[in-house]
């Protein structure tokens, strides 16, 4: 398995991007400073996790502006239902991703700029 899959492997399974086996995050949105299985720090400094909100905004962004016209063009769903679907798919949408957005940010950063001790 090349070390990209290896890693992103790991971040959709919130893992620790080092070793593979610590947990990303502690609580429903707490991501600890260290790994608790090989010590390796998460947040390389303050706003590290910045990087995230780009994954996040970007895959709702997208998915939003393919699949609204879609359904609009299509007129599967009624228009004053589409937008209330649209916008409740925006704010849910984040926030059910906001783990996997931290995940896949902290292995792209192992990916391009990789941490001692990689296994
Ligand atoms: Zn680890």
Redesign the pocket.
Known sequence: MSRFLKLALRALLLR?P?????KLFSGIFRVPEK?P????PYAREAGFFLGSIYINYGLTSLIAAVVYPILMFNKWVPEPHLTIVSLAFVVIFPLLFFRHARSLWIGFDQWYDPREGEV
Not at 18 to 22: Q, S, T
């Open positions: 620790c080092v070793c593979g086996k610590g790994c299985r090989c010590g390796a």
